[in-house]
């Protein structure tokens, strides 16, 4: 059955934005958000949360783009939704990582039943938009992704505003244009696995669910699946996930002294994995460091099926894991490794001829311009070192630069982020591989490098 083709620009055009919701289901968040509000549903259902906006880009003045009423109106509208019957049935007897049940019955009746978003606090100041959201953890988790998309989508839309239908139909008319020469550099790719990881930060919705269509259409089984619960329900296809910083970030905030601090990422590993019956094993390690996680990590942490890179060059990060796991006595050929930070075609291309197969005759990882450079023998032979997947992000979901036939930056992704921020009235602090993306109270964050050290941690500007 052919899919259902919107012009993106004349519903730009013709559209009453205060009729047309962001958020149309509580499914559409990134899976790995559902997976963690059960454990915490499961393990913390007394602790209590605070969620933090923070903008990484504050030279764009988001309080002056984005009306702080026409969010507010956004995000009453998203509290106001609950889970229908159908995403409850495909939560309850869907598939997921090849097994069933993965969503206990109890928690499904509880999210029918009980679940609630929580309030918030939201205003504007200094021409920066400050919300933030407390109450117990269960209550908070889910308002990441929402409010991200949210306050992205009417960046965009105030954007959109801006420009007459001719110019709409420029600025589409290019952004497709770019999505396609990138997608047809990946099509036939041997050996390829990719998956959309661009919700948070995306233009649109309706822009992230014509690029999730394109790349099903166009890469086929190299396209593995989306992040997006809601478009994963909605087209059939695998949800994307595991796990994310917010919990070794609660479990170390929760600590009552060093010792239990240091330790506490591998006693949530421990609880994760009874949790899932020794499924969704991948590993996040760099919330307070890759290379003091990898070094302090005892042995079992070695059967975990793969490791996610979000902060760390990702060549430098995947080559670590190799050596830690060789060291360990496991094959690293059997292991997952998933890129997952600040992703475009190119880096791609060259991580997946990196990890997935042997460079000759002196090539290197740049030159690979299309498909037909890696069906060369004479240049690349697939000779995988370990099983390498992308997670591509905003630059999959959200590149429209240079394509506003006005010029100037307005359709440019911004390098927003809701970050846990307390967790029982503590200080919840997140280190990263990349001092720049270091998150949380000055005075804690240092306690924290003094009990994990600052091994392997660099400080680059942060793309997104």
Known sequence: MGRVIINLARRAHDHNWEL????????????????MLQFIWKHFPQ????????NRTPEVRLGDVVGVEQLREQLESTRKLRFSKSELVWLA?????????IFEPAFLNWLEHSFRLSDYELSARNGQIELCFRGLWTETTLW????????????????????????LDILYARAKTKLWEKIERLRGVPELNI????????????????????????????????????LAYKHDLEAIGTNGHELPMAMAALSSNDEELRSAQYRLLELWQQSYQGELLILLPDTFGTTQFLRGAPDWVANWTGLRIDSKDAFVAGDEYIGWLERRGRDPRQKRLIASD???????????????????????????????????????????????????GTLLTNDFRNCNPRGGDGFHPTGLVCKLSEADGRPAVKLSDNYSKALGDPQEAERYRRVFGVAGVTDVPVII
């Not at 499914?27 to 559902?34: S, V």
């Not at 990441?144 to 110019?167: D, P, W």
């Not at 998956?195 to 649109?204: A, K």
């Not at 690979?368 to 450079?373: G, N, Q, T, V, Y």
């Open 93 to 101: 007897g869907n598939t997921f990582y090849g097994r069933r049940g």
């Open 144 to 167: 990441e992704i929402y409010a991200l998309a949210a306050i992205a989508e009417l960046k965009t839309r105030a954007a959109l505003k801006q420009l007459g239908e001719l110019e």
């Open 20 to 35: 047309d919701p962001i958020t149309r289901s509580l499914l559409d968040t990134d899976f790995y958000k559902l997976l």
């Open 342 to 392: 600040a992703l475009d075609v190119e880096q791609i291309l060259s991580l997946h001829a990196y990890f997935a197969g042997t460079l000759r005759n002196g090539a290197s990882p740049g030159d690979f311009r299309s498909a037909s450079d890696f069906h060369d023998p004479s240049r690349w032979a697939p000779e995988r070192r370990i099983r390498f997947s992308a997670g591509w």
């Open 195 to 230: 998956s959309d990881f661009g919700t948070r930060r995306r233009h649109s919705f309706l822009w992230h669910e014509y690029v999730v269509n394109a790349m099903l259409d166009t890469l086929g089984p190299a396209f593995t699946g989306t992040s997006n619960a809601y």
């Open 47 to 54: 602790t209590h949360a605070t969620f933090t906006l923070i």
